[in-house]
């Protein structure tokens, strides 16, 4: 069964960056898309970034275009989001998820989900 661990979460002020990482294991799915959430308190979650295997189609919510960036390294079967310019809003539990498959999918598609990294953003 696959596997998907975040890590790179942390602390930062408020126009920091911050790198988070999801790292696949697992041999089921030889292709897949992968996605990043994201869940402040109080809030339901939201969707973040999205990149198809090849790594050549991404997308990214209105907030966070021009601020984020996802990338993908398939031979270290690890998903990259690069997040500049912090804001207080992006404070949130951060959870990276895929879906079998060479194209993107929908928000409701994803089917393996990691633990999820903690992003606090201080103003």
């Known amino acids: 069964q696959v596997q998907l661990v975040e890590s790179g979460g942390g602390l930062v002020q408020a126009g920091g960056s911050l790198r988070l990482s999801c790292a696949a294991s697992?041999?089921?799915?030889?292709?897949?898309?992968v996605g990043w959430f994201r869940q402040a308190l109080g809030k339901e979650r939201e969707f973040v970034a999205a990149?198809?295997?090849?790594?050549?189609?991404?997308q990214y919510t209105d907030s966070v275009s021009g601020r984020f960036t996802i990338s993908r390294d398939n031979a270290q079967r690890t998903t990259y989001l690069q997040m500049d310019s912090l804001k207080p809003e992006d404070t949130a539990v951060y959870y990276c998820a895929a879906s079998a498959g060479f194209s993107l999918p929908g928000t409701h598609e994803y089917n393996y989900w990691g633990q999820g990294t903690q992003v606090t953003v201080s103003s």
């Open positions: 697992g041999r089921t799915l030889r292709y897949y898309a």
């Open positions: 990149i198809n295997w090849a790594g050549g189609s991404t």
